[in-house]
């Protein structure tokens, strides 16, 4: 392997978000070398499809792995074979995320996510001990989501100081792994950020989430259409469809991890003469706030109004209403003035984003 200026591993980058983030720093670092580690779960469909753009590359490897399970070789990966691999930076994305699963295997979701991330931070704190020069250039970035503050009633915001309060097994493990993260910085001095975003969507996200599925769902209908103007497999929505979400474009929230990555690099280099990023936790979001119902609606009219010309739809032949969550989140709403000061907004707005979408699958 040639020298390369700094060498990444990139945990769960055959995922949705953590393979728009190879897909960005593959193609515009080449002096870089990223290892994505991933345990190909069902939602990257258990292959590397995702990561076709980058697979190639000669800065670019992969390894299977399940970080919860395979802590020995994950040691020999970081630790025993540091002087060969090199890896100076970790971004964690890895983790189950579907709040519906963690309901039904709640210690799944323990075991994954809060042992994977521990798993990673002790690799990392013996990495530190046994090669102490490491410590200088050693940068711990943690994927984490607004769900560990919980829910905001109409008016209230939440900022990076607010107390954690999750609702949902998955937002718990999170949580957990947050605090574990903080536990290595003061109890280790690892070097650690942690990031918190609203709902991300863009290409490639598993139709369990309520954007492509809805996608999905559409697709399917066009194909059987006009043999019936009902779906026979409707877009199910929790409740009422109350619910209220914020939005966040895949692209943006890559900028903002871009950035804060840059911003870690900076204060290693000045030496820490202020705390800006490690040890810190920064909010990303967006103003975009819609209800589930309002969601779905918007989804229909602008994809069947693409595809089949269709207008005033009759949403009962597309919408089925099904049992609420056993603990649904009314809402989230996040300040994130903290990332802004480094010069970050967002620039797709949902609205956008979702045509968007829609006009690549057409």
């Not at 989230?332 to 970050?344: A, E, P, R, T, V």
Request: with cysteine; proline share 4%.
């Amino acid at each position: 392997m040639p020298d390369y200026d700094e060498y990444f591993l990139v945990t769960g980058g055959a995922g949705f978000i953590g393979s728009h983030f190879l897909d960005y720093f593959v193609v515009r670092y080449p002096n870089y070398h990223f290892t994505c580690i991933d345990k190909l779960n069902y939602a990257t469909n258990e292959n590397t499809n995702s990561l076709s753009k980058v697979m190639e590359s000669p800065n670019f490897n992969f390894i299977k792995m399940d970080l919860s399970a395979e802590y020995t070789v994950l040691y020999n990966f970081l630790v025993t074979e540091y002087k060969k691999n090199k890896i100076t930076n970790i971004i964690h994305f890895a983790a189950e995320s579907c709040v519906d699963r963690s309901f039904s295997n709640p210690l799944y979701f323990t075991t994954n996510n809060i042992l994977g991330t521990q798993n990673l931070l002790e690799c990392s704190r013996l990495l530190i001990l046994n090669f102490p020069d490491v410590k200088d250039h050693f940068r711990f970035i943690h994927i984490s989501t607004d769900e560990v503050y919980g829910e905001q009633h109409e008016g209230e915001t939440v900022d990076e100081t607010s107390k954690l309060n999750p609702t949902n097994p998955y937002a718990a493990t999170k949580a957990a792994c947050d605090l574990i993260l903080k536990s290595y910085y003061y109890s280790y001095k690892i070097p650690v950020t942690s990031i918190r975003s609203n709902n991300v969507y863009g290409p490639r996200q598993y139709p369990e989430k309520i954007i492509p599925m809805t996608l999905n769902k559409l697709k399917e209908y066009v194909r059987q259409y006009p043999n019936s103007e009902t779906m026979a497999h409707k877009i199910k929505i929790h409740g009422n469809g109350s619910n209220k979400r914020a939005y966040l474009h895949i692209q943006d929230f890559i900028q903002g991890i871009a950035l804060i990555w840059k911003k870690f690099k900076e204060e290693q280099a000045t030496a820490y003469a202020k705390e800006q990023v490690i040890n810190q936790t920064f909010n990303i979001g967006s103003e975009d706030e819609i209800d589930n119902l309002s969601l779905v609606k918007f989804i229909c009219d602008n994809y069947l109004s693409k595809k089949l010309s269709f207008s005033n739809l009759n949403y009962s032949n597309y919408i089925e209403f099904i049992k609420d969550r056993n603990y649904n989140d009314s809402r989230y709403s996040i300040d994130y003035n903290k990332i802004k000061q480094f010069g970050w907004k967002p620039t797709i707005d949902l609205k956008s984003g979702i045509i968007d979408l829609i006009d690549h699958l057409l």
